[in-house]
C-alpha cells in the first residue's frame, strides 16, 4: 500500500517553464520530507516541513505543507536543466517513513 | 555532516552467484539502518529494517532467506543477496539513522547498481 501519491508521475519542460509536483495522502504526517535524486545516486534530503499550512522557499523551489498535514507540493520557477531528477516526497508519522510513488522530471535546454 | 558509503557503487555477477553489499557509516554511529530497493524511474520500497546486534525486520513480500542482513556493529550493515536471479537486478539503496528510528533524520547512502546476468 502507498500511502503518498505523487503527480504527475513524469513531467517533461522546457527550460525557464514552472511546475508543480503534488505529494497527496490520505493520512495524516507529523511532517513531511522532500528529496532530489540523480541518476545512480542516493536521495538528498531538500527540505522538511512540520507545521501545516507551512510555506518554506529555497532558491527557486517553494514548499508548501497542507493545512490539515494530509499533503505538500513542491513548485518550481524558472526551471533549468540541472533540476532534472527523480524528485520524492516522504511521510513520517509516528515511527513509520515512507516514499511517494515519485516524479521523474526532466528539464529540456 | 553525516555521510553514508556504500560499497560496491556497482556489480555484475553470474545467476546463482550470491552478493554483499556494505553500508557503512563514516562519522557516526548508526543505530538503525535501512535497505531500499528501486527500480529506474521508481520511488524507493523499503525491503528491512536493521538494528544493531539483532535481527533484521523485513517488510512485507520481502524474502529473508533471499536477502540476508547483518548489522555487526553501530557503523556496518550488509545486505547479500543469495543465488542472485536475473529479477535482482536493481538499485540498492541503504540509509542510516541516528538516533535510531524511521522518524529521525535519514542519510542515504550513494546507492549500488546490481546486475545479474
Redesign the interface.
Known amino acids: 500500500t502507498q500511502l503518498l501519491e505523487?503527480s504527475p508521475q513524469?513531467l517533461s519542460i522546457q527550460e525557464g517553464e514552472n511546475l508543480t509536483v503534488y505529494c497527496n495522502s490520505s493520512s495524516v504526517f507529523?511532517s513531511l520530507q522532500w528529496y532530489r535524486q540523480e541518476p545512480?545516486?542516493?536521495?538528498?534530503?531538500l527540505v522538511t516541513v512540520v507545521t501545516g499550512g507551512e510555506v518554506k522557499k529555497l532558491k527557486r523551489l517553494t514548499f508548501q505543507f497542507g493545512d490539515a498535514r494530509k499533503d505538500s507540493s513542491l513548485h518550481i520557477t524558472a526551471a533549468q536543466p540541472g533540476d532534472t531528477g527523480?524528485y520524492?516526497c516522504a511521510g513520517?508519522p509516528?515511527?513509520?517513513?515512507y516514499?511517494?510513488?515519485?516524479t521523474?522530471l526532466t528539464v529540456i535546454p | 555532516g553525516a555521510v553514508v558509503s556504500q560499497h560496491p557503487s556497482w556489480v555484475i555477477c553470474k545467476s546463482g552467484t550470491s552478493v554483499k553489499i556494505e553500508c557503512r557509516s563514516l562519522d557516526f554511529q548508526a543505530t538503525t539502518m535501512f535497505w531500499y530497493r528501486q527500480f529506474p524511474k521508481q520511488s524507493l520500497m523499503l525491503m528491512a529494517t536493521s538494528n544493531e546486534g539483532s535481527k533484521a525486520t523485513y517488510e512485507q513480500g520481502v524474502e529473508k532467506d533471499k536477502f540476508l542482513i547483518n548489522h555487526a556493529s553501530l557503523t556496518l550493515s550488509t545486505l547479500t543477496v543469495t543465488s542472485a536471479h536475473p529479477e535482482d537486478s536493481s538499485f540498492y539503496i541503504c540509509s542510516a539513522s541516528v538516533a535510531g528510528g524511521r522518524t529521525d533524520t535519514q542519510y542515504f547512502g550513494p546507492g549500488t547498481r546490481l546486475t545479474v546476468l
Open positions: 505523487q513524469f507529523s545512480g545516486e542516493g536521495p538528498v534530503l527523480l520524492l513520517l509516528v515511527y513509520q517513513f516514499f511517494g510513488t515519485g521523474s
